[in-house]
């Protein structure tokens, strides 16, 4: 089952409702490493396989270390791959393991031509162990190096053309990383390779202070901002009807409040008249 | 110019250690501090991996209330940040580690309450196991049994403690706001273990205990029997390994 239109992140406080109602979700997305023990949550999503397309993302393999891929981690999500038979698999440009220790975050890449060289090498590595493509998904960041020479966009667009792996959209992360470092979100849509959109992310952010200036945090804690649908509707535009999916992680609401913000994207969806049709 | 691998640990040392210096000169002001940009990242990772802790160590959480716990998970976080991306496996020394903290040393049951904790965790998150039926045992000849190694099921471990850390567990669950206990009511062997989707414990004889622990931690059984027979000589052993089956703690 190909995911089409506007799914849901699946988190554990939902999971049980969903077994037992089994709403009108498109689709669910998953974050890999909480499927990677045993038990009853890969049992639960072994039933909701049957009726809804998963998607896997992956927080933890660490696409832009330094030291190179933990294949032990890679081996373990390419279990779970086989496993679940997934409709995407997809991970993050960023960085999360320095000598060993992982940090538990998606850490910035300064965009040189060695962190290219770097995330080049370990995508592939990653398609050639998973044997598919990989979607990769553009960060929200807090800071930018001074080496960086390269814009984030067309970093991706690299990427993707030096593995043919796809692109995962964040569009609240575009909000957000434009907003925080100085730069047109619209631009930056405008910049990505559209044939190598594969997903888009929709999420909501926090305004925080930091020494007297707003910092955008990016906290899947809320609806999504106006300012991030007006963007959504720009990258449909330019993307084509891009599979969608709402993430909610903090201050998590009842299901109905994310699965409301879906049905959000899916009439702008419409709206945008690129929304493919399911098959029927 | 700074490798990729000196930015990375720079970056580290900013967030576990506080010193953004060699961090600060790679990163661009653009109208804020460089530690102030940081600062966001750090703030992220110790929370997150705090919330982690609190999942899985939530009595300990309300033995010592939520700002101490948010202290020690700062500490511990500092010392022990984890090796492996899955957060659900990240937490196993924290009770070595409540163990030698100081400003813990005034609850000594604290570490046992966390062991208790840390294997429901494992419990919950072991792999589903088949058990074994009789059979296996039945074509072992009798010779060979003293050696045979048998294979646990993967979700259960043995606790022992000198304090009642089960009546301290059951006393700090969510709503019961009365219950008291006796710390001196004396040790307890307990046995965690996940059946179905439950993760449940119970208390255990001196003799089942030290039997059962020995086979599981991978001993032979004629080791796990001397155990045994050391703990409580006048143990039946027919019926404990008959139990072992009824049980299904024998994976195939």
Redesign the interface.
Known sequence: MNPTGCGIGLRSPHVAEILETRPRIPWLEIHA??Y??????I?SLERLRADYPISVHG????L????GIDER?LE?LAQLVERLKPAFVSEHLS??V????????L?P??Y?E??LK?VTEHVARVQERLGRRLLVENPSN???????GIAEPQFLNELAARTGCGVLCDVNNVYVTCTN??GAAEAWIDALEPSIVGEIHLAGHAS?D??G?P?L?DDHGSSVSAAVWNLYARALTRFGGVPSLVEWDTDIPALGVVMLEAEKAERVLEASGTHDVVAA | MSSLRDVQRAFRTALLEQDDRPLATEVLPDGLSASARVSVYRHHVLTSLTEALLSTFPVVCRLVDGRFFGWLADCYIRKHAPVTPCLLEYGGDLPSFIERFPACAALPWLADVARLEWAMNVAFHAPDMAPIGPARLAVTPAEELGALVLEFDPSVTYVASGWPIDAIWRANQPGDEQTSVDLDSGSVRLEVRRRDDDVLFRALPAGSFSFRRALAGGEPLGRAVDAALTADASLDLASEIRALLDEELLAA
């Open positions: 490493e909480n990677m023990g045993g038990g009853p949550a049992r927080v933890g393999l660490s832009g270390t330094a030291e981690h373990r960085w999360s320095s000598d060993g220790v992982y940090l538990n975050h850490l890449l300064p040189t060695e962190a770097t807090y800071l930018r190096f001074r080496e960086t470092l100085g925080n930091a020494d200036v910092i945090i």
